[in-house]
């Protein structure tokens, strides 16, 4: 697995990159006095009138939720980086599919007040795609069930998922009912 040294770009409270402005993961960690962002993509398609989601099965090595589900795509901004250009890179790297700013959705962003901004978008994919694991951090990836899904959000650890807020995750239905 690839370790991730890049650094961060900074955010200031209203969600804005502080220009110049950044810091090493390791520094940023538990570090209330600064905001970092990342990028959410959850990506979903019908198939035969069934709406699925994937997900991403971490590495077993990964540093944080090791061996769980998580969103299709996700990672941190880099510092210098718009939004459009994590989402990039991080499809790249992650699952070496080319994502473009214009097919994105955006549905909501998430602060989470220990010390980071998430920007969540949708992304339906409209033909097959074949996905590759570039950098190590997904072993695998998985479809599921829109109605699967929502169950497992739930109860996310219990369904070996990454947990996120449940506020979170209302949101995010609320978005898939819409936009699907």
Do not use: C
Not at 53 to 82: M, N
Not at 85 to 114: C, K, M, P, Q, W
């Amino acid at each position: 697995m690839v370790e991730h040294r890049e650094a961060w770009q900074v955010f200031n409270r209203a969600g804005l990159p502080v220009p110049d402005a950044s810091i090493l993961p390791k520094e940023s960690r538990g570090n209330p006095e600064v905001i970092v962002g990342a990028v959410h993509v959850w990506i979903w398609r019908k198939v035969a009138g069934n709406v699925e989601i994937l997900l991403q099965h971490r590495a077993k090595d990964k540093p944080t939720w090791p061996d769980y589900l998580d969103i299709s795509v996700a990672g941190h901004v880099d510092a210098g980086e718009s939004l459009g250009e994590a989402v990039a890179r991080e499809a790249e790297e992650e699952v070496g599919a080319t994502i473009l700013e214009r097919d994105l959705e955006f549905i909501f962003s998430y602060r989470n007040f220990e010390n980071g901004i998430k920007w969540v978008y949708l992304l339906e994919q409209s033909e097959d795609v074949t996905y590759t694991f570039n950098d190590g951090e997904v072993q695998a990836l998985r479809w599921v069930n829109l109605t699967e899904f929502i169950r497992m959000t739930e109860d996310p650890e219990e369904n070996n998922l990454v947990p996120h807020p449940q506020e979170y995750y209302s949101l995010l239905h609320k978005a898939l009912a819409h936009f699907v």
